[in-house]
């Protein structure tokens, strides 16, 4: 018989686990604490009884993911982790340094469906999606072997959010709980490809997190043409969606826009995308693009003068700051090089 995943478990689903075994329901706070903590065997819990270590030894597993590589900029001080899962499948985290505060960003798919021409993530498509548990841990075991307490999460890593709807929603209940890391969901922004029926059930939960679309292109022909999944939804579809998210929880998105040479930096593309955000709060982020080597796709050279012409409009833009640049920045490519997976 499989293990139980403990770590994805809510305090409530552990107590009622713990009651089929006659254990009283306050072991359960104890046990979620320490999994929080980053303890890597139940025998490291030393407020439970030995008896209870072992039925939980037996019965249950706690998702230690290990570190198979590390890289630590020297520009920056941004650390790139992949873990190694029980499975022996990896994924990428990165730890983020800011004034204001460190963030994690973390995977939550074992590579990608979604196609984005841009992205190292995807090539090579989907192997699985990850559990509630192995998501947590890219935070608890980052924040624990880097000494950094983490205070800001982005879902930006390799894989779709959307894509493993219950799992993330399982995590994010998870490392917000004040048991927990105790983040908050402010403090919280998940990124999909567009997902329209994902955003409006996303929507229905009224989460405080921030969302971020990653847009890259305010037409149909060249947002198809870069990420095919704008081929079944279209941007006008993607648009309506994004304006009754805004509706109903009062959040205003981000748009992530990666800025790929002779693509999608044109004057005539950003008017378009002006007009599409008009009336409803955004911002946009310009995104530098990394250079994939798989990929024919290169950096923009209009960056800045796409961010003025967008301004002009009186939309709020801001380019994101390129950390790691010496350590495999663009996701996906820590994990091909180190599985050898650049050729296959």
């Not at 030995?50 to 941004?78: F, H, I, M, W, Y």
């Not at 048991?179 to 402010?186: K, Q, S, T």
Request: hydrophobic share 40%; net charge neutral.
């Amino acid at each position: 018989m499989a293990k139980i995943d403990l770590k994805s478990m809510t305090i409530p689903e552990i107590e009622a686990f713990l009651a089929e075994l006659g254990e009283p329901k306050f072991r359960a706070k104890q046990i979620f604490v320490w999994m929080n903590k980053g303890v890597e065997s139940f025998d490291e819990m030393t407020n439970l009884s030995r008896a209870l270590r072992g039925k939980l030894n037996e019965l249950c597993t706690l998702t230690v993911p290990k570190v198979e590589r590390k890289q630590v900029s020297k520009l920056d001080g941004t650390i790139k982790y992949l873990w190694m899962l029980e499975d022996g499948n990896c994924v990428e985290t990165v730890l983020m340094r800011y004034k204001h505060g460190n963030t994690v960003c973390v995977s939550s798919e074992i590579g990608c469906a979604m196609g984005c021409a841009f992205c190292a993530s995807t090539i090579g498509g989907i192997v699985r999606r990850l559990t509630a548990a192995e998501i947590l841990s890219q935070v608890i075991f980052t924040q624990k072997d880097s000494g950094l307490p983490i205070s800001n999460i982005v879902l930006m890593g390799i894989g779709e959010p959307l894509d493993n709807f219950d799992n993330v929603m399982r995590f994010l209940e998870l490392v917000n709980h004040p048991d927990g890391m105790n983040i908050g969901m402010r403090h919280i922004s998940l990124s999909t490809c567009g997902l329209v029926d994902k955003i409006d059930k996303l929507a229905e939960l009224q989460l405080q997190l921030t969302l971020s679309v990653s847009l890259h292109a305010p037409d149909d022909a060249t947002r198809s043409q870069i990420m095919p999944v704008n081929r079944a939804l279209g941007v006008e579809r993607l648009f309506d969606c994004c304006r009754r998210y805004f509706e109903t929880t009062g959040r205003r998105i981000s748009y992530e826009y990666a800025m790929i040479d002779g693509v999608n930096d044109s004057d005539a593309q950003a008017d378009l995308l002006a007009r599409h955000l008009k009336g409803t709060p955004g911002h946009v982020n310009l995104i530098p693009l990394n250079d994939v080597r798989e990929s024919k796709l290169k950096p923009s050279k209009r960056v800045a003068a796409f961010q003025k012409r967008l301004e002009s409009y009186g939309i709020t833009v801001t380019v994101r700051r390129r950390l790691g640049g010496d350590i495999d920045a663009s996701c996906g490519q820590l994990r091909r090089k180190t599985l050898h997976l650049e050729d296959a």
